[in-house]
């Protein structure tokens, strides 16, 4: 019965576009930053702005974007980068696959435009309010992701263009940028749990370091980074009460 009311309370609320990109705010001043890395970045690896701009808005992924100029440096093949990129880039399905359940009842069409632009913040805001009981809707979503991807354009393009200005991100700590946004998300997810799941969720993130730190003894660090997501995810759904 209580189940049945939580549904039908969370059916009522119309979450709006505007909303979800209310929501994302707290997000931009990671995505600026590291935007404005990744575009100093670029330009340093002898992109243009056009192609900066381009590759913000195709690949949209920092982590990519970053890993696929440093290859570019070094005068890797086409099909190297592809792959690479393309490994980097598999949680983002299992970070679909987490909230899919939120959005069964929309068209593919819907479905597939949300995650596309999904990203690992995103994901954390989201995923924090379904923690907590909270509704999301597409436009919510659709609001907290184009926001999000918007400013990441912007922000990408503008260090583009003022890349000679700031050639050495680190000293302005942008190379700290995506390691303490992470982080942030991270006290969300845990501000989010229940006291009686929170050994359990602790455990995980234990098991998760432990099972990564093995694997990149034999494998890539970027390929331990996914196997260790998969093996630990796998045992957090079995585990979980």
Not at 152 to 169: D, E, K, Q, V
Request: charged share 10%; hydrophobic share 55%.
């Amino acid at each position: 019965m209580i189940a049945e009311k939580a549904v039908q309370q969370r059916e009522k609320v119309d979450l709006t576009f505007r909303q979800g990109a209310k929501d994302c705010i707290p997000t931009l001043l990671g995505y600026i930053s590291i935007g404005l890395a990744a575009g100093i970045v670029g330009v340093s690896s002898h992109l243009s702005i056009m192609e900066v701009t381009l590759l913000s808005a195709l690949v949209y992924a920092g982590a990519a974007q970053f890993i696929i100029c440093a290859l570019m440096v070094a005068n890797s093949s086409i099909s190297a980068i592809i792959l690479t990129t393309f490994i980097v880039n598999l949680r983002h399905f299992l970070l679909s696959a987490t909230i899919a359940p939120e959005f069964t009842k929309y068209s593919l069409l819907k479905n597939v435009g949300i995650g596309a632009l999904l990203t690992d913040e995103s994901f954390g805001v989201s995923s924090s309010k379904i923690a907590k009981g909270e509704p999301i809707n597409d436009r919510w979503m659709n609001g907290l992701n184009i926001t999000a991807y918007v400013s990441w354009i912007i922000a990408c393009t503008t260090g583009a263009i003022f890349g000679h200005m700031l050639s050495n991100p680190e000293a302005f700590g942008f190379d700290f940028a995506l390691t303490a946004m992470f982080l942030a998300l991270l006290v969300l997810q845990i501000e989010s749990v229940l006291p009686s799941k929170l050994n359990h969720y602790l455990r995980l993130i234990l098991y998760m370091a432990i099972i990564m730190i093995v694997l990149s003894f034999f494998v890539p660090s970027h390929v331990a980074v996914l196997i260790s997501t998969i093996i630990v995810a796998t045992i957090g759904v079995v585990t979980d009460k």
